[in-house]
């Protein structure tokens, strides 16, 4: 726990200098990756890439719930399709939604049923959604990341990346849309 406490505040140095060492990287907090989208070059995208690769439903659960994180994800999942990291981000984006039986376990809080890495996956498929409408050139690089076939020519990115989740119990799949939704808002 200590030693956490002192890589932190050199993490968040790392993400805001142009060289970011790959440890520091990974133990940045949800509050750096947020600012470190703000402006996103090449050595801040990596060190974000690595932040989601080493812990992607903390930080797409972070983000959903932070002041701001629905913003940076869309920001991060643009500049990762701006620097030809499409196949990356598709990858990152499977492997949130890998684990069926994880997605449709529910939970009991406040009175109601929850969804909570539906609810994570929901949205960072929201940011990703966003990020491809503006660069759509990078759907086939990001389907072939995430192992999927690419969508007809007249679907939607969204309803494209709802497929993923077919085989989910309908209280999981309408947390996924509503969760898509609110990472989708522009």
């Known amino acids: 726990m200590i030693l956490?406490?002192?890589?932190?505040?050199?993490?968040?140095?790392a993400v805001c200098t142009t060289h970011v060492p790959p440890v520091a990287a990974a133990n940045t907090s949800t509050g750096a990756f947020i600012e470190a989208a703000g402006e996103i070059d090449a050595a801040k995208l990596d060190a974000l890439a690595l932040m989601v690769e080493t812990d992607p439903r903390g930080v797409?659960?972070?983000?959903?719930?932070?002041?701001?994180?629905?913003?940076?994800?869309?920001r991060?999942?643009?500049?990762?399709?701006?620097?030809?990291?499409?196949?990356?981000?598709?990858?990152?984006?499977?492997?949130?939604?890998?684990d069926r039986a994880e997605?449709?376990?529910?939970?009991?809080?406040?009175?109601?049923?929850?969804?909570?890495q539906?609810?994570?996956?929901?949205?960072?498929t929201g940011g990703v959604a966003v990020a491809l409408k503006r660069y759509p050139?990078?759907?086939?690089?990001f389907s072939a990341g995430a192992g999927m076939d690419e969508p007809a020519p007249d679907q939607e990115v969204q309803e494209w990346l709802m497929r993923a989740t077919t085989l989910l119990p309908r209280g999981a799949r309408s947390s996924f849309i509503q969760a898509l939704q609110a990472g989708a808002v522009q």
């Open 4 to 13: 956490r406490a002192l890589l932190i505040p050199v993490a968040i140095a």
């Open 60 to 74: 797409a659960n972070e983000l959903q719930s932070s002041l701001g994180g629905r913003k940076a994800l869309q």
């Open 76 to 98: 991060y999942a643009s500049a990762m399709l701006a620097h030809n990291q499409a196949s990356r981000l598709g990858r990152q984006w499977a492997s949130l939604l890998a």
């Open 103 to 116: 997605l449709a376990r529910s939970e009991n809080k406040d009175g109601g049923i929850w969804f909570p």
């Open 118 to 124: 539906v609810e994570d996956a929901g949205f960072f």
């Open 137 to 141: 050139g990078a759907i086939p690089s």
